[in-house]
């Protein structure tokens, strides 16, 4: 089976912003809604998914993870929205995009 990882982006009803990294999205952000995903989220009640991308490569995964948080806040804003213009939840595309067949984001 295919391993894959993912770098995400949390945000909170006051636009507090968290990115992070995980091989099981799903499972994170339970743990981040439940307050056990770190003290930070729990703290600030970072907890909508707004934005994220699969990687194969774990290497390059933790690279790209490490490049996002490194940004100013108003980069990170404008890649949440450039592919999230509402920064809509996207808890529900995540979960159907990791069913088995269900459908696969790829970076272009």
Do not use: C
Not at 79 to 100: C, G, Q, T, V, Y
Request: hydrophobic letters at 35%; aromatic letters at 12%; proline letters at 3%.
């Amino acid at each position: 089976m295919r391993r894959v990882y993912f770098v995400y982006i949390l945000s909170s009803a006051s636009r507090t912003i968290y990115v992070g990294i995980t091989n099981d999205l799903l499972a994170r952000l339970t743990e981040h809604r439940s307050g056990e995903g770190s003290v930070f989220t729990a703290r600030y009640r970072v907890t909508k998914l707004v934005y994220f991308e699969e990687w194969d490569d774990p290497t390059q995964a933790i690279a790209r993870e490490k490049q996002i948080k490194g940004w100013r806040r108003e980069k990170k804003i404008e890649l949440i929205e450039s592919a999230n213009p509402a920064r809509s939840d996207l808890s529900e595309e995540a979960f159907l995009r990791m069913k088995p067949g269900g459908l696969r984001w790829h970076r272009d």
